[in-house]
């Protein structure tokens, strides 16, 4: 931290420290598709460019620091230079929301013996996770710096045996195999021809051992085709972007005819049908989440129970599901087609926030 900037690392462990701290974004409401828990939205990007503090001006702010954001951090560092003018403690975002997508929280609990830590994106939403039994770790659906897996699981005294993705991701770079590779573990994909590196592949009902248990594998197309939920002693399933807690996820993204989409939407109606036969008790764990995550500690989770009653789309016939779906596309996730591009490869390029800025937009609801 400097005497007018804070990096996101420094964000991320105020907020997780519950420490008094406002955020302030000054993006225009067109540009805040995502955002950072908590903050207090001001449209004040006009008055900024013109040197002014506009409706900032106005703003009673508690004690403490005022962390002003922006798309990258411009435009922020003129609403300090102005606040910091007038008495205010402001600190700009360094980088601001690009660079914001990079940051990350957790939350802990046990099911079933095994313990169980959601990494969340807290910008992106993306949600992975590392499972424990006798010391013994999987690491599924990474998605923030390998570093980060590394260090939660050294705190712990857990030895990472296996990195395993629930499908070739859209909107996020897999890190995975950078993972597997810094740790020796294995890396696992569901089969599929998509990826061009070497992983050990996973079928349906394959299981995944580590200590005392093991994670089995139900393959569940839509999504992509070989989008698979990893399940533990059926008290859980990592359902990936099949399932999410209020949504499913979209069928489109592997481009193609409307009829190939519709094919796609059934598959996925299948997929959906058969986690929703599992007990009502099962605990659904998805792969995003559609809003920013907070730093509360709060896991993020459903039931398959609380899906069936609430998820009104989730109860339709499998034609009434097909077109409802089609009906309700989202735009496509930012850069989705370039992250595919290295997720086949299994590659990451040298700014990952460039391609990863933007809002999630894997769900429909």
């Known amino acids: 931290m400097t005497a007018d900037r804070i990096t996101v690392a420094e964000l991320q462990e105020l907020l997780a420290a519950g420490q008094p ?15 950072i828990p908590g903050a207090i939205q001001v449209d004040a990007y006009g008055d900024l460019q013109s040197g002014r503090l506009g409706p900032l001006a106005k703003l009673s702010l508690p004690p403490g620091p005022v962390v002003t954001v922006c798309g990258v951090g411009r435009t922020a560092a003129i609403a300090t230079h102005l606040l910091r003018a007038n008495g205010v403690e402001a600190l700009t975002l360094d980088g601001g929301m690009r660079s914001w997508s990079l940051a990350w929280n957790t939350s802990q609990t046990t099911i079933s013996g095994c313990q169980v830590v959601q990494v969340r994106r807290t910008g992106k939403g993306c949600l992975s996770y590392i499972l424990e039994s006798q010391s013994e770790a999987i690491v599924i659906d990474a998605s923030v710096d390998p570093d980060v897996y590394v260090r939660l699981l050294r705190e712990r005294g857990w ?8 499908h070739i991701h859209a909107d996020h770079l897999s890190r995975s195999g950078q993972l597997a590779d810094l740790e020796g ?11 061009q590196y070497p992983f050990r592949p996973v079928a349906d009902g394959d299981r995944i051992a580590f200590g005392a248990t093991a994670l089995v594998a139900m393959r569940t197309p839509g999504h992509t085709a070989e989008s698979t939920t990893y399940l533990l002693d059926n008290t859980a399933a990592f359902t990936g972007d099949t399932l999410f807690l209020n949504s499913v996820g979209r069928p489109d993204l592997d481009g193609g005819t409307r009829q190939e989409r519709a094919s796609r939407a059934r598959l996925l109606h299948m997929s959906v049908s058969r986690l929703l036969q599992l007990p009502e008790a099962t605990q659904v764990f998805p792969g995003h989440v559609s809003k920013a995550t907070p730093f509360d500690g709060r896991m993020l989770r459903t039931t398959v129970g609380t899906i069936r009653d609430t998820v009104a789309l989730a109860r339709l016939e499998e ?24 997720n086949e490869r299994g590659e990451l390029p040298g700014d990952p926030s460039e391609l990863e800025a933007g809002a999630n937009r894997c769900a429909i609801a």
Do not use: K
């Open 21 to 35: 701290v406002t955020v302030l974004d000054v993006r225009t409401p067109s540009d805040v598709d995502w955002e």
């Open 159 to 166: 030895r990472l045996v296996a990195v395993a993705d629930t």
């Open 185 to 195: 573990a294995a890396l696992l994909l569901p089969t599929q021809d998509r990826a």
């Open 319 to 342: 034609a009434a599901f097909a077109q409802a779906v089609l009906a309700r596309i989202p735009p496509n996730p930012p850069n989705h087609s370039r992250i595919v591009e290295f």
